[in-house]
């Protein structure tokens, strides 16, 4: 799930607009990344890292309900 995350985190920086995405272009939208819905859940960028904020679900009562 982690890799999946990873490659939407890509084609979202990669697809975001029609202009080329060059290496500096690329590095300065994935610094500004913030709060990317994924699948394992938020992922932003601090202090030269992706940062993550895991969401843990579970199911009770056939009804899928975050950990909290």
Known sequence: AEAFDLALVIVSIMTRD???VT???FLDRL??????E????SIG???QRL???P???VVRDQKIRPVR
Do not use: N, S
Request: aromatic residues 8%; glycine residues 4%.
């Open 23 to 25: 290496r500096d272009l």
């Open 51 to 53: 940062v993550k904020k």
């Open 31 to 36: 610094r500004r990344l913030d709060d990317f």
């Open 38 to 41: 994924a699948a394992t859940g």
């Open 18 to 20: 029609d202009k080329l």
């Open 55 to 57: 969401e843990i679900l």
């Open 45 to 47: 960028y601090a202090d």
